[in-house]
């Protein structure tokens, strides 16, 4: 169900994750909508916090709000594909390789 505008009066922000179907967010009245990336699933354990570290980060670095949630998608992303809590922490750098891996067009 898609967050109603009119239901959030007052909010600057929200945010909402969706699992496979990725993340919406409310930002000062706009609405916001970053698809997930299709995966193989090993382990969701952690992906929610692994979103919410990497909002925060990217959000803490001066990124635009949208950037923050489409690095924090990719983020929750990656980490579903290792098992384990820990096995899908990642440094920004291995997310943006990780990231540049999936959009690239194939050779």
């Known amino acids: 169900m ?13 945010v ?3 699992a496979r179907d990725g993340t919406e967010a409310l930002d000062n009245g706009r609405l916001l909508r970053v698809p997930g990336h299709r995966v193989d699933v090993a382990d969701v354990t952690g992906a929610g916090d ?6 925060t980060w990217g959000l803490g670095q001066d990124h635009a709000f949208e950037t923050a949630l489409e690095f924090a998608v990719a983020a929750a992303s990656r980490s579903v594909t290792r098992h384990g809590p820990r096995g899908g922490k990642a440094s920004q750098a291995e ?7 999936r959009t690239s067009p194939p050779s």
Do not use: H, I, N, Y
């Open 50 to 55: 692994t979103f919410g570290a990497a909002l």
């Open 2 to 14: 898609p967050l109603c505008q009119g239901q959030l009066a007052g909010l600057e922000r929200l």
């Open 16 to 18: 909402r994750t969706m």
């Open 95 to 101: 997310v943006l390789d990780w990231l540049k891996d």
